[in-house]
């Protein structure tokens, strides 16, 4: 079973949204959560997310390296060279959990497509190669294609992705 931890601001809409699951479903499986008295720090149930802590994998950011680190049971497995956001659309820091995968995206999205648990936000491929290891991108988090291949089809969802500056 997965928890999402509420954030200043959030409402059950947004984390639904976030976790790209419909509000119903959010607030049947939280029967004793009252949808209009969310506090930060409380523990919401995400339906449908393994629990994180039987996922051998996890995935660190850095913001400021343009490096995605990739390790298993706590080792550094590989390091992925990353475009990330630029100034006016940064890539937002924080914990995260991938929440779906889309093979062949299309368009600026190269050939894999890896949602984050924050809406529009994402691991993806490029149809650039010469934007990785910039800060070029709308906010998400770009990949050369086969690297985000490779990534996608080890780390499975439910991978916990940690963002950091």
């Known amino acids: 079973m997965f928890f999402h931890s509420v954030q200043q601001g959030e409402t059950l809409s947004s984390i639904a949204a976030d976790y790209r699951i419909s509000l119903s479903h959010l607030i049947q499986a939280n029967p004793t959560i009252n949808p209009n008295q969310l506090f930060v720090g409380q523990s919401i149930v995400i339906p449908g997310l393994p629990n994180p802590n039987t996922i051998p994998y996890e995935i660190h950011v850095s913001l400021s390296q343009h490096q995605l680190t990739l390790l298993h049971n706590g080792s550094v497995v590989k390091i992925y060279p990353i475009a990330v ?6 890539t937002p820091t924080g914990n995260f959990v991938i929440v779906n995968k889309a093979p062949n995206p ?21 149809n650039d190669p010469s934007s990785i290891g910039k800060s070029v991108s709308h906010g998400c988090i770009r990949m050369h294609n086969k690297d985000v291949e490779e990534l996608a089809a080890t780390v499975p969802i439910g991978t916990r992705v940690r963002i950091e500056p």
């Open 85 to 90: 956001g630029k100034m006016l659309t940064q």
């Open 106 to 126: 299309g368009g600026p999205f190269g050939t894999m497509w890896m949602s984050l648990s924050k809406l529009h936000y994402g691991i993806h491929g490029t």
